[in-house]
Each structure stands twice: as C-alpha cells, then as structure tokens.
C-alpha cells in the first residue's frame, strides 16, 4: 500500500512567493551596486556620457590655426593622456615626451600622463570636437560657447544610465 503526502497549497504558494521576492531583492541589489565605467562629459546645466574605453579630444590651435589632436584612455578612475598629434612647435607643445617622431605631416609625442579630470573650454571657433570609434561629437554643438566643460573617467550606476544622455 503506498502512502502519499499531500502537501498544502499555502506551503507551495508561500516558496514560490520567497523565491520571487528573493529574486527581485538581488536584482535590485544588482542594479544599485554595478556600475559602469564610462567618461563624464559634464557642462554647467547638463552631463554626456561616453561608455567607450578611449576618445580623441581635437580642436584647432588659437595661435598657430592648426588641428591639434590628443588621445585618451580610461584606466580605473583616471584619464590617460596616451599621446598628442599636431603640426607645429608652439605654444603649449608638451615637451616631457617619452617619445617623439613625425608621421602623416603631423609631430607626434607619446606621453602616457595621468589625469584626474580635463578642463575644457567648449568654441566653435576652435571646433572643439570629441571624436569617438565611430563619428566626431562637436561639442561646440551641445553646450554653449566658451561655456567650461570637465571630461573624467567615473563610474555610473546602473540605474542612472537611464536618465543620462550618452553620446
């Protein structure tokens, strides 16, 4: 003779109600502890995100009215200044290069420089411009003239990746 037990409906209804609670808790514990590492491209009123690992920052020189170039990776919470393109010697030309060479008309200096943070200064007249894989981001374009621009490598929690407006 075989003896079956029957186990009530409320004891069944009540796992799967833990379990679904207990999944919905360690999402949300998920989405408010991940965060992605992205650039922050913030002006005064408004912020742009980049979820890329490296940008060019290029604009053309006020003096010598020539593209100057400057490539950037992100490594933890720093910017990486990895190296600097342009086509004259003038004002403001790095000189602590690790490396320097000439290729394409253009002089080239490796630097590989650690920074918290850039301080931008957003002109059309220089054509301040980001240029990322894919397409060049005028940044002249999203925020006001001679309005101060800061660039740093933050992470950003997830849940507020829906509010941002990524570039």
């Known amino acids: 003779m075989h003896h079956y037990t029957q186990v009530p409906k409320n004891t069944l209804m009540n796992n799967k109600k833990w379990f679904i609670g207990s999944a919905f808790l360690l999402a949300l514990l998920f ?79 490796e630097l590989n420089m650690a920074y918290n943070e850039l301080n931008v200064t957003s002109s059309q007249s220089v054509q301040t411009t980001i240029v990322l894989e894919d397409r060049d981001v005028l940044l002249y374009e999203y925020f006001d003239d001679y309005e101060l621009i800061t660039i740093k490598a933050v992470e950003l929690p997830l849940w507020k990746i829906r509010k941002g407006d990524f570039l």
């Open 31 to 109: 989405l408010g502890f991940y965060r992605l590492p992205v650039f922050e491209i913030k002006g005064e009123s408004h912020s742009y995100y980049v979820d890329k690992g490296h940008f060019e920052l290029k604009w053309i020189h006020s003096i010598e009215k020539e593209e100057w170039i400057e490539r950037y990776e992100r490594k933890n919470d720093q910017l990486i200044l990895v190296d600097t393109h342009f086509k004259t010697f003038g004002a403001g030309t790095p000189y602590q290069g690790l490396r320097t060479s000439t290729e394409g008309g253009y002089i080239h200096v």
